[in-house]
């Protein structure tokens, strides 16, 4: 797997980095609910279960079928994580009575459809770094208001392509180009994707080579605008369009290849279609370069050589990305 590269130069940072339940934080930054409506949206606290893992909890309490629970996030097993699970609206009594020991209910309102993936605003994290050195706490802040105005790029973490990194993204090729056969669909797709990402991967590092101090966008480009959330390629990089990315009104997007995705044209064409594979049957979409971390925080504990680090980042961004990028290293190839 390829290196993620980072547009800040810096000396690599010293500090330890642990996915445990009391030093990875995460809470979702939910869309607007309706108040009303024939779905419950159960605000849920959890420790070491992942949103699968959540999701069948809850389906054998409640004695429901798993496909009509809703989630608009998946959360990662190692953390503590909070998340919003939309139940049908008759099951209220079992909610209720409904208890887990690692399962907190924290708060419930109704809306008036089922969560999909998607369904909702972003994430809110608050991460430990161990054994931070005192002449480093500056640096991270710095580093951290920097990469707020200029963007972090927004990578694929190591977590999307699991333990067996390498060795998925080779069944993946057998199943898409040879005659391995993956009779679970869940699989086949968890694989598909993470052969799209790496792609995508592969293509901003790349881009990145052509940028100093900020992300360069290219003639062709695909943009996505924040307000209306459609894709546009401009006929030309004029001054309105640069003004609009410096104002972060726009971001320049990267392919996930497959059908029924967006192309680039032109000079940012060049780039991609080296990245680009016609030949993956599964549906592709495009997802934004950069991505700019909001309500940052540093508190440093002289005791512990403890760094509490709080920010927000836009769904779908991983943050052990944004601590590779504080490190400038990676936390796994």
């Known amino acids: 797997m390829i290196k993620r590269m980072f547009l800040q130069k810096h000396k690599a940072i010293d500090f330890k980095f642990y996915q445990n339940v009391d030093d990875f934080i995460v809470e979702e930054l939910p869309i607007k609910f309706a108040g009303r409506g024939n779905f419950i949206i159960a605000k849920i606290k959890k420790k070491q ?67 999909n993936i998607g369904d909702l605003e972003g994430n809110k994290f608050e991460i430990n770094l161990h054994d931070v050195k005192i002449e480093d706490v500056g640096k991270i802040e710095k580093l951290l208001k920097q990469i707020s105005k200029v963007g972090m790029p927004n990578y694929f973490g190591f977590q999307r392509f ?21 009779k679970d669909r869940k699989i086949s797709k968890m694989l598909v994707s993470a052969y799209q990402s790496d792609f995508f991967n592969k293509w901003l590092v790349e881009r990145l080579k052509n940028s100093t101090d900020f992300f360069k966008p290219l003639s062709g480009d695909v943009f996505r605008e924040y307000s209306k959330d459609k894709f546009f390629t401009p006929k030309n990089l004029n001054e309105n369009i640069l003004k609009d ?28 279609q080296k990245y680009d594979d016609a030949y993956i049957q599964e549906k592709g979409y495009r997802r934004d370069a950069i991505v700019y971390p909001k309500d940052i925080s540093v508190n440093y504990n002289k005791q512990t050589s403890k760094c509490k680090v709080k920010f927000s980042l836009p769904k779908g961004s991983y943050a052990t990305v944004l601590i590779e990028n504080i490190m400038n290293r990676n936390l796994k190839a």
């Open 49 to 115: 279960l992942g949103t699968w893992d959540l999701i069948e909890s809850l389906g054998r309490g409640l004695r429901i079928y798993e496909n009509e629970l809703g989630y608009a996030g998946l959360k990662d097993k190692n953390a503590t994580t909070t998340q919003y699970i939309s139940i049908p609206k008759k099951y209220s009594k079992d909610l209720k009575n409904f208890r887990h020991n690692k399962i907190e209910i924290l708060e419930t309102t109704l809306h008036g459809s089922k969560l």
């Open 162 to 182: 699991g333990f067996e990194g390498e060795e998925n993204l080779e069944k993946a090729r057998k199943y898409i180009y040879e005659d391995l056969i993956i």
């Open 245 to 272: 990315f410096e104002d972060k009104k726009i971001v320049p997007t990267g392919l996930l290849p497959g059908r029924q995705a967006f192309r680039s044209m032109h000079e940012a064409r060049t780039i991609e």
